[in-house]
């Protein structure tokens, strides 16, 4: 009998008749099948899938002791266990009146001993011999009594000297590559390969090697077996052994102790030339091979790495995956949300444990290869041509069409206008087309395209290789290097993550304006720097700022403050929470050689800052831009606390705040992109406000509510 994982069952049967065996499955865990001697070495040296090969030495009905004890002790133990034989005794039960194991335990051990003492006319057992472990296997009133062949599982091959966290065990991964469509004229890539052990497992599959070649079994201790029977059975062995692979295996990992022990482990199976280990992130997976199999068992958050790190690394697999056309995909992994993160079916799925943990073996087949490009051998998948994931629908060329129609007629009634205003940088396109959602800013030689999430019935690997098509047909439209378009994707943010750095490029530019120049970060950020629709705003602002005591709020690069210092101010004071931002302000003063003592930068919350003031005329100009929605934490008398901005619900109390320290004839210009927003006049009497709204939006700008803004006087 071939003991199994739940699961592996059908797999450890189609191994063994592989091997000339005819298998049965006789319950979960257990494949019964009949063979003489030399089955016992075979099957412990080339099963892949199997835990342990056991004999059923017997098993009858058993529902108490007696009955245990005298079916025990009818078995004829002494054909296999000699005078001086150590022969252990493991238990367990399952539906069964008989459920303590100890007691079970005790019964077999007794029944055997009595029939050895007797067979072998002895008046003792030393049990100083070889060792014949037994196990007692009581399921629904029905006791099998095994005699364990194995005795270390064999999971364990004899290459991996070594655990380390999250390891699967052998049998697992090499079940996961005979479930799939690899062979050895495919490619291979496992992009979380760990220690090494499913790309090991594979290479030994490809090589033909039997997993226990290399590793000893308690049965070759045993003297009623015949020794020459093992030698035989490795001999076969040897013989059937292939050459190395064609194609190495790849396997990658950004743990650089992980792959070293990975290494190690290839060495020691015999397989090291034939993988290719690599220290890469995910990320940066891509292959110019086709027809290959992708195979891993991703971090899910339970023995390493967190649930957040977890969701973000599967919502990223269907992203990166789809560089492989032309591929199979085989994913493991415990998240019972798995399809819903990547948003898609697997082609097959499989229940697995790995160790105790209930797992999912996600199956996406991939196109079949051609003839004669590695379809020798392969199982048979699915018939479709398509990707598995990504790929184009049939609209997509249609609505690329429409796009870069679009943008050439953009293009074309803009050719002289910025250059008439004196700007580099302005609106393009602004989801003209609706099929196209997409925003197009021009930076000078580069594009920058920010994307609003909608619905849309493209999973995502598919809208991925959308955007590809669309921002190539704006680079190619527009005569951009494609290097330098850039994509935001603006979703629903809340808190930190409004304004908070994603990226580590530093494609960095100097935007012209005004006669002014600006710092922008077109790649890092969800924003450039440089909001373009208050380009009207900020004209009004430097208008205003001769000899006026200016203040910027929620001042972000401090792009108001610049203005404002060119338009004479005497002094200016920039507040923002964040120090990198209040650091790019200074920085676009220094471009324009406007920066010195009159200035001043305040790393603070604005509505709390500002309560700190004395009441008393300070400023004469302010700019008031908050967010719509922020939280912010902060710690007080050593607890973490977090303050909650709404720009709805606090813009009133602020305003009123900033009058306390303005004199009368000071102006206040308000401005606020949400689109919900209402503003009462009644909430904010030391004021006479003015909306502006059509006089600061920018003509580029197809979006007339981009914003909404106000001229507040103080009275």
Known sequence: MATTAFGLEKLAARELEGLGYAPRVVRPGRVLFEGDAAAICRANLWLRTAERVVVLVGSFAASDFGQLFDGTNSLPWEAWIPRDGAFPIRGRSHKSQLSSVPACQKIVNKAVAERLLAAHEVNSLPETGAKFGIEVELFDNTASLLLDTSGAGLHKRGYRTSVAEGQLRETLAAAMVTLSVWNRDRPMIDPFCGTGTIAIEAALIGRNSAPGLDREFAAEAWPTLDAALWHTSREEARDLWQPPLEQRIIATDLNAKSLELARHHAERAGVAGDIHFQQRAFEDLTSSRKYGCMICNPPYGIRIGNEAESVALHRKLPIVLRRLPTWSHYVLTARGDFERLIGQEATRRRKLYNGRIECT?????????????????????????????????????????????????????????????????????????????????????????????????????????????????????????????????????????????????????????????????????LDTGLFLDHRQTRQMVRDEAEGKRFLNLFAYTGAFTVYAAAGGAASTTTVDLSRNYLEWAEENLRRNKLDGPPHQFVAADSREWLTTLPREAMFDLAMVDPPTFSNTKRTTTGRQEIDDWDVQRDYAALLEELAARMPVGGVVYFSTNFRRFKFDEKLLPSYQAREISKQTVPEDFRNQRIHRCWRLVRE
């Open 361 to 525: 073996y996600y199956q996406f087949l991939g196109p079949k290869p051609p003839r004669g490009d590695g379809e020798t051998g392969a199982k048979p998948q699915s018939a479709k041509a398509e990707p598995v994931f990504g790929g184009l629908k049939e609209d997509s060329a249609r609505q690329a069409t429409e796009f870069a129609n679009r943008l050439t007629k953009r293009a074309r009634h803009l050719r002289r206008w910025p250059t008439r205003r004196g700007i580099t940088c302005y609106r393009l396109y602004e989801r003209d087309v609706p099929d196209v959602p997409l925003i197009v800013d021009r930076y000078e030689d580069a594009l920058v395209v920010a994307e609003y999430r909608r619905p849309h019935d493209r999973t995502p690997a598919e809208h991925a290789d959308w955007l590809e098509l669309m921002l190539r047909t704006a680079a190619e439209t527009l005569e951009v290097d494609r290097d330098r378009v850039f994509l935001k994707t603006r979703e629903t943010q809340s808190g930190e993550k409004q304004y908070g750095k994603f990226g580590a490029e530093s494609e960095t530019m100097t935007a012209r304006e005004g006669g002014l120049e600006f710092l922008v970060n077109l790649s890092d950020y």
